[in-house]
């Protein structure tokens, strides 16, 4: 952040995923990205009185931008981890998110994680869910895939037995989906999202002050009802 020299305003770059519905994905009509994320991220900004400029890429691209301090802020459905906060910093939690297992729908064999041994299971490279099948589940049959679409669809056509993501993401494919999936189990790992900055970053308490204001003042809340509301 530099001084404020006349009347600019600030312009951060936030580095995004580009495609975790329904935090962030591209509407294909406007070439803009859309989503929970996105709104979020521009309430803060309007609230803390800086500019933003989104820039979409894998989400490991956004874990690295952050790490090499190649971008001012993330947000991805980031989840924070000890891990991770050894190499990047996180606002404070604004979002309860988990891991969860989706299925096809005449799938009758796995009705939990405690039928995955064997079983070939997708996920996303770089993120919570393949950290949680290494650790977890070695005797299943992993597959990782650099966009989580890619999964959900080799699942759709019979190439993977199961896929474990975020549940707001599985869930939201799966509604949206013409009813080919189901979820199965419980959710597998409380997990939280956090927006991410490169170490030390002086945006933080901004961000952090700002994401407060929001809560209390029910943009948040009208915001999650424009992507969760019934
Ligand atoms: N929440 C998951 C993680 O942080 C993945 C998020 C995503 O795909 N954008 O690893």
Redesign the pocket.
């Known amino acids: 952040a530099g001084c404020n020299t006349g009347d600019a305003t600030e312009k951060y770059t936030v580095a995004t995923?580009n495609n975790?519905v329904p935090?962030e994905f591209l509407n294909e009509e406007t070439g803009e990205m859309e989503g929970f994320d996105i709104d979020l991220i521009k309430a803060i900004a309007d609230e803390a009185g800086f500019e933003v400029e989104i820039e979409s890429m894998k989400?490991d691209g956004v874990v690295s931008g952050m790490q090499s301090g190649r971008y001012d802020i993330g947000i991805?459905?980031?989840?924070i981890t000890e891990e991770r906060k050894e190499t990047i910093d996180f606002s404070d939690p604004y979002y309860d998110?988990g891991l969860m297992i989706a299925v096809n729908k005449d799938n009758e064999e796995i009705k939990s994680e405690d039928d995955l041994a064997g079983k070939k299971v997708g996920t996303?490279s770089?993120?919570?869910?393949e950290e949680y099948i290494k650790a977890n589940h070695p005797d299943a049959d992993l597959v990782t895939f650099p966009g989580?679409v890619e999964a959900y669809m080799d699942l759709e056509s019979g190439r993977l037995d199961a896929v474990m993501?975020?549940v707001p993401?599985v869930q939201y494919y799966v509604a949206n989906d013409s009813a080919k999936l189901k979820t199965v189990g419980d959710i597998l790992q409380g997990?939280q999202?956090g927006i991410a900055f490169p170490k030390d970053s002086e945006l933080v308490e901004d961000v952090n002050q700002a994401l407060e204001t929001i809560i209390e003042n029910g943009t948040y809340d009208d915001i999650y009802e424009k992507w969760f509301g019934e």
């Open positions: 995923d975790f935090f989400f991805a459905g980031m989840t998110a996303r770089g993120t919570t869910s989580i993501y975020d993401n997990e999202y």
